[in-house]
């Protein structure tokens, strides 16, 4: 374990990870209703999905590097009902990142981690139904925002170590309202560090 603090702590050592990662990812304040000419309608939503991910980056410093990553969110059923009458749909989600990470060694092999940067967010493919034969298919709606993230992570060996945490998003999509509806993710991710 000495030698794995003594490779984490050589400033002139930068080093370049890949990893991969599961998770389940959600979405805040997406279900509501609106009002309409012809009533109330109610929106709803899949609030959690598995997701996976794929990540790269450098640590270029001990306590400091640079990550980024791609997470598929996961497809999510929509229904929209007003009265008698309703629609069903689904859209998937995902995004791309880019940001800044921080690590603090705090035992031998533990570390605390976090990152700040950027987060691009992708609607795909919406598709409603009010039929089995009546179907309309939508474009697709992204979205940048802040994106932060706090974690735990051990360190096994020299190449191989686990992290996990929770990561937020920032905006989706808008609501009925208008008002905006953000995604985040708790996930694990293995790293193999070259």
């Given at each position: 374990?000495?030698?794995?603090?003594?490779?984490?702590?050589?400033?002139?050592?930068?080093?370049?990870?890949?990893g991969?990662?599961?998770?389940?990812?959600?979405?805040?304040?997406?279900?509501?209703t609106?009002?309409?000419?012809?009533?109330p309608?109610?929106?709803?939503?899949d609030?959690?999905?598995?997701?996976?991910?794929?990540?790269?980056?450098?640590?270029v410093?001990?306590?400091f590097?640079?990550?980024v990553?791609?997470?598929?969110?996961?497809?999510?059923?929509i229904?929209?009902?007003?009265?008698?009458?309703?629609?069903?749909?689904?859209?998937?989600?995902?995004?791309?990142?880019?940001?800044g990470?921080?690590?603090?060694?705090?035992?031998?092999?533990w570390?605390v981690?976090?990152?700040?940067?950027?987060?691009?967010?992708?609607?795909?493919?919406?598709r409603?139904?009010?039929?089995?034969?009546?179907?309309v298919?939508?474009?697709?709606?992204?979205?940048?925002s802040?994106?932060?993230?706090?974690?735990?992570?051990?360190?096994?060996?020299?190449?191989?170590?686990?992290?996990?945490?929770?990561?937020?998003?920032?905006?989706?999509?808008n609501?009925?309202n208008?008002?905006?509806?953000t995604?985040?993710?708790?996930?694990?991710?293995?790293i193999?560090?070259?």
């Open positions: 374990t000495s030698a794995i603090v003594t490779t984490l702590a050589m400033p002139a050592s930068a080093q370049v990870y890949v991969a990662g599961l998770g389940s990812s959600s979405n805040q304040n997406a279900n509501g609106i009002v309409t000419g012809g009533g309608v109610i929106f709803s939503m609030t959690s999905k598995t997701s996976w991910k794929l990540l790269a980056g450098i640590q410093a001990p306590n590097g640079f990550e990553q791609y997470t598929d969110l996961g497809k999510r059923d229904t929209l009902q007003q009265g008698a009458l309703g629609a069903q749909g689904s859209v998937s989600a995902e995004q791309y990142s880019f940001a990470t921080g690590m603090f060694m705090f035992s031998p092999g570390f981690h976090g990152k700040l940067g950027t987060s691009t967010n992708y609607l795909n493919g919406g409603w139904c009010v039929s089995a034969t009546a179907c298919s939508s474009g697709k709606e992204n979205n940048t802040l994106l932060w993230g706090v974690g735990l992570g051990h360190q096994f060996t020299k190449n191989w170590s686990v992290k996990g945490g929770y990561e937020n998003f920032g905006k989706l999509m609501d009925l208008g008002n905006s509806v995604a985040s993710n708790v996930g694990v991710n293995v193999y560090s070259f």
